[in-house]
């Protein structure tokens, strides 16, 4: 009551001039003030005053949980930049050793997944169709590195406008391409699907790989793949389902999302 009053005193102006020559012990133990004036003219406003304090408690805590989420996202997005801008400079590398024709190709197409890297991938989410041309123009950097080393597949049924996490996709097929074809010294095979159903996006890839790296891949997990799950979790809290699968022979990954 005294905070209220003093507080407002606007709102309680009739209520002071009738009873403002009360003192605080003898509203207390006046029972027109416990039974009427108190649930009518202070608990009520307390109460919306407690809710109020609540919500916006919350809404802070919503706030810097989100920026705490979004700081994280970035510093996820910065490790794997680099990862792949090493193995794609390595491709043009060799390239311009050989003087080959394509190096002007292979620029062509790093300038373009450059620019969505630094521009359209700093999003919480994109259109998937720039996640596709994206992937495309890896994979024929990955094409040109090694020619008929690599068999790669790459099949999109997905024509419906639909949002995606950025660079999530790109980290398992780097991981196809890093541990399935650049230690395998005969042919090896890349095989990509990227479909949709009702309410999911779903991711299948599936690599060949040498029995070399059999015991290497099950003892560490790689750092793509952990940083992957990472982004998942933050992205796609309870709305994705990941299976990876590893045999001697051939490494795969399902994963689905919910739609955006």
């Not at 930049?81 to 390239?95: A, D, E, G, I, R």
């Amino acid at each position: 009551m005294s905070f209220l009053e003093k507080a407002y005193p606007d709102c309680y102006k009739v209520f002071l001039d009738k009873n403002g020559y009360l003192t605080f012990w003898e509203r207390v133990f006046d029972l027109k003030t416990i039974f009427f004036h108190l649930p009518l003219f202070y608990l009520q406003p307390l109460f919306f005053l407690v809710g109020l304090t609540f919500y916006e408690n919350q809404y802070k805590l919503s706030k810097i949980r989100e920026q705490k989420n979004a700081v994280e996202l970035k510093a996820l997005k910065h490790q794997l930049n680099p990862h792949f801008l090493f193995n794609t400079l390595n491709n043009l590398y060799v390239l311009s050793v050989e003087k080959s024709d394509k190096a002007p190709e292979i620029i062509e197409k790093l300038s373009d997944i450059l620019d969505y890297m630094l521009y359209g991938s700093d999003k919480k989410f994109v259109p998937i169709q720039k996640e596709i041309e994206l992937i495309e123009n890896y994979l024929a950097l990955e094409q040109v590195r090694y020619e008929d080393r690599v068999l790669v597949s790459f099949k999109n049924s997905i024509i419906e406008n639909i949002k995606i996490a950025p660079l999530l996709l790109l980290t398992f097929i780097e991981n196809a391409f890093k541990h399935g074809v650049s230690q395998e010294l005969k042919m090896a095979a890349v095989k990509i699907d990227l479909s949709s159903e009702k309410e999911h996006v779903i991711f299948n890839i599936f690599n060949t790989k040498p029995l070399s790296t059999v015991e290497k891949l099950i003892q560490k997990k790689s750092i793509g793949l952990i940083n992957v799950e990472q982004q998942l979790n933050l992205l796609y809290p309870d709305a994705y389902d990941l299976k990876i699968e590893e045999t001697s022979k051939s490494f795969s990954v399902n994963l689905k999302l919910k739609k955006h």
